[in-house]
């Protein structure tokens, strides 16, 4: 569904060249859901942007929906839906008028366009909003409004930038219900960025995690957790003397990331730490280590930021790129 190769996008900022993306590769099947994960000026909005043809990379290609970003954008954008960050409807008109003319702008017959129309309304919980003004509605009513207009065509290909930003959590939760429905009926591939990490947690069954215009990396949500920040188990045994033999005995297991010790407390960060926890203890017992208390607590998505970059996402959410290039992701 998405294949681009060598990717960039720069910017003159000052007199000095921004590289917003450099080199991106995807490889993007149909029927995905793909989250982009990092912080502001990562690159993740530029790249949706290049991806959608509203901006002209740098160098590389993309074949989008099987056409080329650049050759045959008006192809790319017949079969893509795209929801921004900004709000797509008129604030004078009415709801359903907005809805129905997005469907004839994508050539669909009037009668169509409105049958279209009034399952989303129904769907994205907007029924007894289709004929208010748009400038009247809420935030929440704004934004499903907008996933709406982004859906009324039944893309094969749908991007979403920040879709829930500003939502409460049950708007959050009805709307991802939409989503994975609609990839589950019709196979719509999904691609959106987000600043709320559960939702590519939950959601996503492949994030690519994006810093300073690069994928840092890329796989599920469960294999990147596991593999680059692992569990974290933590023991409270009797004093410090026994959390350092702990410690030694847990250096020779295979697969074990990292050891901290502090004052009579143990801690371990390994993949699989479910299964390692029992070993580990029976270990201990058999050379008279009295573990106390044992807690195993599982990583996040954060978790695997900071391992990659040193800082984590939330710390790194509140840092602004400059205003030509800033990626609002």
């Not at 991007?159 to 991802?176: M, N, Q, V, Y």
């Not at 070993?279 to 599982?298: I, K």
Request: net charge positive.
């Amino acid at each position: 569904m998405i294949h681009t190769r060598e990717l960039t996008r720069s910017f003159r900022v000052k007199g000095e060249t921004v590289e917003a993306v450099r080199g991106l590769d995807l490889d993007i099947e149909a029927g995905s859901v793909v989250a982009f994960l990092g912080p502001n000026g990562a690159g993740k909005t530029t790249s949706l942007r290049m991806l959608t043809t509203l901006l002209p990379p740098t160098s590389g290609t993309a074949v989008v929906a099987g056409h080329n970003v650049l050759t045959d954008p008006c192809g790319v954008r017949h079969r893509i839906g795209y929801l921004g960050q900004g709000n797509s409807a008129g604030s004078n008109f009415r709801v359903v008028d907005e809805l129905i003319t997005q469907g004839r702008a994508y050539g669909l017959t009037h009668t169509k366009s409105r049958a279209r129309a009034e399952r989303l309304v129904a769907a994205l919980e907007l029924e007894g909003l289709a004929k208010r003004t748009v400038g009247t509605l809420s935030g929440g009513q704004r934004r499903r409004l907008d996933i709406a207009m982004a859906l009324v065509h039944e893309p094969e290909l749908l991007f979403l930038d920040e879709p829930t930003t500003g939502l409460d959590p049950h708007s959050r939760a009805r709307i991802w219900e939409h989503m994975l429905r609609l990839n589950k009926e019709f196979g719509t591939t999904i691609v959106f960025t987000t600043h709320y990490l559960e939702e590519a947690d939950l959601w996503a069954r492949r994030v690519m995690v994006i810093d300073q215009g690069r994928v840092i990396a890329d796989g599920s949500p469960e294999k990147l957790k596991a593999d680059l920040a692992g569990d974290r188990i933590t023991l409270g045994v009797t004093d410090h003397a026994d959390a350092q033999r702990a410690a030694d005995l847990t250096r020779a297991l295979p697969a074990v990331h990292e050891i901290t010790v502090d004052g009579s407390k143990l801690r371990v960060r390994t993949p699989h730490g479910d299964a390692r926890l029992p070993h580990l203890l029976r270990n201990l017992e058999g050379v008279g280590v009295r573990v106390l208390t044992a807690r195993l607590t599982r990583p996040t998505l954060d978790d695997v930021f900071l391992g990659l970059t040193g800082r984590t996402l939330r710390e790194s959410a509140h840092t602004t790129a400059p205003n030509n290039t800033r990626d609002g992701a």
